[in-house]
């Protein structure tokens, strides 16, 4: 019976293809330069601070994916945003190298916007200082715990997508769900979901599309990072004539700032 | 009765004397006997990049398939297909993430058998796909075309007519990837019907 042998070579390269569709991520690299800092304190006495970024291009629905979205939007009966954290899975990997002749410490923090609201820990910091002499208080959206590394060394790690989940369920309640923000970044959501009172369980979250990066060390150290973006809809703009996606996120003030400039 | 009885030995006796040739030589095996013409292959082996594109790939398992027909016993046409996953090495942010390859490839076939088994040269044009662009932020470009510069292997008959397995090596020029090269090696099992 040989018409029963081929089938196996026949499913190969079905399988292979069908592996090959399976969402592929896009990597994004950090902007140049990449994050260095002499690990000299600033006049006030801190350690050197430094950020870059990187904002994400997308494109705008077209008109049915705009008219599913107004519907969604009415039947929720709030704003159903076009980049949603279901849809687009955002990872961070860096690596940081010691170059200095000392140990250190660095930390990473990493701040970002969604469609809707922007997050920045150093306005937030300046807030939080304002009227007293504290070193500043930096609580970024996504923390990266500080570590101690030795001369010469280098460092990888990853801030994995369950990192920026979180990152964007806290965003979305701060800037539109008035949750208070410095307990929704200290508390991790699924272990103590404090202030997250305000947000609707069947909320749908926005993504981030603007990732910023902030980098201290009290070393002269270095932080090369990217961005690996996982698109399922296949919403990331390419070059065939769609439209950018140009949102005009909040930047988000803390309640003593607003107090202030109110 | 006692003719009744012998009468099995002159049976025998009679057939003897139709004998009239020395039987001719048996040639075995008889590659007049394997199966030609339209077949498939399966195959399992590995890739390893080379030039620029070796720096920051690392080699990986690979699993392809050829389809192909014997215009004659020396020479067929085939098509292949080959995927392979790799992992990013060097001391970049992406090292670890992964990476897949896709090679479609048209190829010629020349074969020179030695009963059951044949050696066999192979080349032809193709273009490869990179599942991500992760090569691109490491300042290699992102995609795809290149040609074979030719490959060969090693096939061996089961003596089944319809199917042989074999070893065999290819070379792969990524143009596109920074004037790269890939090697493949893979083995297979090969199917004629």
Redesign the interface.
């Known amino acids: 019976m040989p018409e029963n042998h081929g089938g196996f070579s026949r499913l190969i390269p079905i399988a292979t293809l069908a592996l090959g569709c399976v969402n592929a991520p896009l990597y994004f690299a950090s902007p140049t330069p990449i994050l260095a800092v002499t690990g000299q304190n600033d006049a006030m006495g801190n350690p050197p601070r430094i950020e870059n970024g990187l904002t994400l291009q997308f494109r705008n629905p077209n008109q049915t994916e705009q008219k599913d979205l107004d519907s969604q939007s009415a039947a929720l009966g709030f704003a159903v945003p076009w980049i949603e954290r279901a849809h687009v899975h955002l990872e961070l990997t860096y690596d940081v190298t010691n170059t200095d002749t000392k140990d250190g410490t660095f930390a990473i923090g990493i701040d970002g916007a969604s469609e809707y609201t922007k997050y920045d820990e150093n306005v937030v910091a300046m807030a939080l200082g304002a009227g007293n002499n504290n070193a500043p208080n930096f609580i970024p959206l996504i923390p990266v715990t500080p570590q101690i590394l030795a001369a010469g060394k280098t460092v990888s790690g990853t801030v994995r997508e369950d990192d920026f989940e979180e990152g964007e369920l806290d965003l979305d309640a701060m800037g539109r769900w008035m949750a208070p923000f410095n307990a929704v970044l200290i508390n991790n959501s699924q272990v103590n979901p404090i202030g997250l009172d305000m947000v609707p369980p069947n909320v749908v979250i926005p993504a981030l599309i603007e990732i910023d990066v902030n980098f201290t060390a009290n070393a002269a150290m270095s932080c090369n990072y990217g961005v690996r973006v996982r698109d399922d809809n296949d919403q990331l703009l390419h070059d065939s004539g769609d439209t950018l996606f140009s949102p005009t996120p909040a930047l988000f003030q803390p309640p003593a700032m607003m107090a202030t400039t109110n | 009765m006692a003719a009744l009885a012998t009468s099995w030995l002159l049976w025998g006796a009679a057939a003897e004397a139709q004998v009239t040739a020395e039987p001719s030589a048996i040639v075995f095996p008889d590659p007049a006997k394997f ?1 030609r013409g339209l077949y ?3 195959e399992l082996g590995a890739v390893a990049f080379f030039g620029p594109a070796g720096r920051d790939v690392a080699p990986g398992f690979a ?5 192909g027909y014997d215009l004659f016993r020396w020479l067929a046409v085939q098509a292949h ?3 392979s996953t790799h992992s990013v090495r060097g ?7 992964l990476l ?1 390859t ?1 090679q479609a490839i048209a190829e010629g076939k020349l074969t020179i058998r030695f009963g059951q088994t044949s050696l066999f040269a192979e080349g032809g044009a193709g273009l490869e796909r990179l ?4 090569l ?2 490491l300042m290699l470009e992102r995609y795809r075309i290149g040609f074979t510069a030719g490959g060969g292997g090693l096939d061996y008959h089961s003596l089944s ?3 042989s397995v074999g070893v065999r090596g290819d070379y792969f020029w990524l143009r596109e990837i920074s004037g790269s090269q890939d090697l493949m090696v893979t083995t297979y ?1 090969r ?1 004629t ?1």
């Not at chain 2, 699993?63 to 389809?67: A, D, E």
């Open positions: 199966a498939t292959e399966g699993v392809g398939t050829r389809v297909f080959l995927g001391d970049s942010p992406q090292a670890g993430q897949q896709y599942s991500t662009n992760v691109y932020t007519r319809h199917f099992l199917y019907f």
